[in-house]
Each structure stands twice: as structure tokens, then as C-alpha cells.
């Protein structure tokens, strides 16, 4: 509903150690995925290209950076960021994010649901060796794709 967005900008806060809630513990802090931004002004003076977003978001050195070339053949390090579609984008944050750490929360807001199945067969191939995922979702099409699914529901 119309306040899933806030809720989950809340559970991201917890999951990631910036709000702590009282008698509960998180063993790992976990990274977000975010969205792209770039300002309107950059956006038409220096748009941000593949290449930038990799070396000033990613971890170097990280095999998770050149994933996005393989996964999407058409993207090169001068592609600009801001040109790219819903799926591609949303890879690009993901490989990013997954660069630095294998603990992840990740939404899948601009996906289409074909891309949204194949960002969790990324975020599940990628977390195999001691990683984690939390999905951030409003509806449950993917719970069959989970390993665990938990319904979170406000209460007013």
C-alpha cells in the first residue's frame, strides 16, 4: 500500500545499523542497494558514465564490477548511467553494492518481472559462500524464489 516505501525505508535503516531498536541484535550490518541519483545539473553537464559509478560506488579490485559487462553486452565503461533501463540500472547498483559486501538488502523497484527474476538469481549465485539477502517487497510473486519468506505488516 501507499506505505510500503516508508516501511521499508525504516526496515533498511534497522537491517544496515542506522537505528537501533531496543532487545534486538543485528549480528551483521547489511549494505542497502540504492536506487541511482544524479542531480538534474550533473545529469546535463558530466553525466555519470559506467565506468565513474564503478570506480567512485565499488569495491576495486572485486570481480563483481565487470559483472555488469557480461551480464549486459551493450553496456560499456563510457555508457551513461542515466540512459539505461529499469533492469540494466538496477544491475549496475546491485554489482556495485556486491562488490563490498555479500550481505545485502535490495528492492526491486523500475524492474520489470523478468528482470526482477533474474536480479535474485544475481543476489542468490552471489551470496552462496556466507552471504546474506533481504528482498524488500509488496507483493509475494517471488516468495516461491526465497529461501524464507516473512510477511511484515503495519499496525495502526
Same mark, same amino acid.
Given at each position: 500500500g501507499p506505505h510500503f516505501y516508508d516501511l521499508a525505508m525504516e526496515?533498511?535503516?534497522?537491517?544496515t545499523g542506522q537505528k537501533t531498536v531496543p532487545n534486538l541484535e543485528m549480528n551483521h550490518k547489511m549494505r542497502f542497494v540504492p536506487r541511482f541519483k544524479e542531480s538534474r545539473l550533473k545529469r546535463i553537464f558530466?553525466? @555519470? @558514465?559506467?565506468?565513474?559509478y564503478l570506480k567512485t $560506488?565499488?569495491?576495486?579490485?572485486? $570481480?563483481?564490477? %565487470?559483472?555488469?559487462? $557480461?551480464?549486459?553486452?551493450?553496456i560499456?565503461?563510457? @555508457? #551513461?548511467?542515466?540512459?539505461?533501463?529499469? =533492469?540494466? #540500472?538496477?544491475?549496475?547498483s546491485l554489482f556495485t553494492m556486491l562488490s563490498k559486501? =555479500? %550481505? #545485502?538488502?535490495?528492492?526491486?523497484?523500475?524492474?520489470?518481472?523478468?528482470?526482477?527474476?533474474? @536480479?535474485l538469481d544475481f543476489v542468490y549465485e552471489s551470496i552462496q559462500k556466507g552471504g546474506a539477502a533481504i528482498l524488500l517487497d509488496f507483493s509475494e510473486e517471488l516468495a516461491a524464489k526465497c529461501t524464507k519468506f #516473512?510477511?511484515?505488516e503495519m499496525i495502526d
Open positions: 526496515l533498511v535503516q534497522f537491517f558530466s553525466p @555519470t @558514465t559506467v565506468a565513474e $560506488k565499488g569495491e576495486s579490485g572485486s $570481480k563483481e564490477l %565487470k559483472r555488469i559487462y $557480461k551480464v549486459v553486452p551493450y560499456k565503461p563510457k @555508457t #551513461i548511467v542515466h540512459t539505461l533501463a529499469g =533492469n540494466p #540500472i538496477k544491475w549496475l559486501s =555479500n %550481505k #545485502i538488502v535490495f528492492e526491486l523497484g523500475g524492474q520489470d518481472p523478468l528482470g526482477a527474476v533474474q @536480479t #516473512i510477511r511484515v
